[in-house]
T-cell receptor
Framework: DGGITQSPKYLFRKEGQNVTLSCEQN?????MYWYRQDPGQGLRLIYY???????QKGDIAEGYSVSREKKESFPLTVTSAQKNPTAFYLC????????????FGQGTRLTVV | RKEVEQDPGPFNVPEGATVAFNCTYS??????FFWYRQDCRKEPKLLMS???SGNEDGRFTAQLNRASQYISLLIRDSKLSDSATYLC??????????FGAGTILRVKS
C-alpha cells in the first residue's frame, strides 16, 4: 500500500543532542513538508521541499535542518540550537502543484529531557 | 500577523445542532483552500477542498470569500463523531501549505 511513513512514533533524547526524524513516502509525490504541532497552536511549517535537492524554510526553521537527496525521503534534524524541541512532528506530501490533498504520516512525538 | 487565523473555540454544541467555523487568511495571493479534520493525537486528514463557488459534501458545506479573505465550514445535524479539531489550510506561492491553529468542536448528547 502507498503511504507516508514516519519513524519512530515516540522518541526521547537528552538536551543538547541532535536527533533526526525519518519521513519516507512511496506515493511518488513531488512536494514534502515538515510541521511542528504544540498544544493550541495548530501546525507550524518548519521546512518544505518541492523537488529533489531543493527546499525552503517555513515559518519556524531556526534550529532545524533538512535534506532532500531522494524524492521519497525528507529527513528532519532537530539540532541542539532548537530551544524548545519537545513537540509532535508531522510530515506530509503533495503529489504536485496541481494537487489538492496533502497526505500525512502518523507523526513523531519527540520528548527532550 | 499570522497567515491563517481561526477561532480556537472550543465550540460545545448538542447533537443535531448546526455549527459554523470561519477562517481568515492574510495573503491575497493564496491559491487553494482546504478544511482538514484532526482527531486527538492523530494526523490531520482532508475533509474537503474549498472552491470559489462553494461546495457541499453531505452535512458539510464550505465557502470561500476572496474579497474578504475568509473561508467557512458549516456542519449541519452535528453528530457525536464530528467532535474533533478542524484546521483550515491555504497554499501560498504554489506549494507552501500553511495551516491555522484549529478550532475545537465538541458535540454532546
Amino acid at each position: 500500500d502507498g503511504g507516508i511513513t514516519q519513524s519512530p512514533k515516540y522518541l526521547f533524547r537528552k538536551e543538547g543532542q541532535n536527533v533526526t526524524l525519518s519521513c519516507e513516502q512511496n506515493l511518488n509525490h513531488d512536494a514534502m513538508y515538515w510541521y511542528r504541532q504544540d498544544p493550541g497552536q495548530g501546525l507550524r511549517l518548519i521546512y518544505y521541499s518541492q523537488i529533489v535537492n531543493d527546499f525552503q524554510k517555513g515559518d519556524i526553521a531556526e534550529g532545524y535542518s533538512v535534506s532532500r537527496e531522494k524524492k521519497e525521503s525528507f529527513p528532519l534534524t532537530v539540532t541542539s540550537a532548537q530551544k524548545n524541541p519537545t513537540a509532535f512532528y508531522l510530515c506530509a506530501s503533495i503529489r504536485d502543484s496541481s494537487s489538492t490533498e496533502a497526505f500525512f504520516g502518523q507523526g513523531t512525538r519527540l520528548t527532550v529531557v | 500577523r499570522k497567515e491563517v487565523e481561526q477561532d480556537p473555540g472550543p465550540f460545545n454544541v448538542p447533537e443535531g445542532a448546526t455549527v459554523a467555523f470561519n477562517c481568515t487568511y492574510s495573503n491575497s495571493a493564496s491559491q487553494s483552500f482546504f478544511w482538514y479534520r484532526q482527531d486527538c493525537r492523530k494526523e490531520p486528514k482532508l475533509l474537503m477542498s474549498v472552491y470559489s463557488s462553494g461546495n457541499e459534501d453531505g452535512r458539510f458545506t464550505a465557502q470561500l470569500n476572496r474579497a474578504s479573505q475568509y473561508i467557512s465550514l458549516l456542519i449541519r445535524d452535528s453528530k457525536l463523531s464530528d467532535s474533533a479539531t478542524y484546521l483550515c489550510a491555504v497554499t501560498i506561492y504554489g506549494n507552501k501549505l500553511v495551516f491555522g491553529a484549529g478550532t475545537i468542536l465538541r458535540v454532546k448528547s
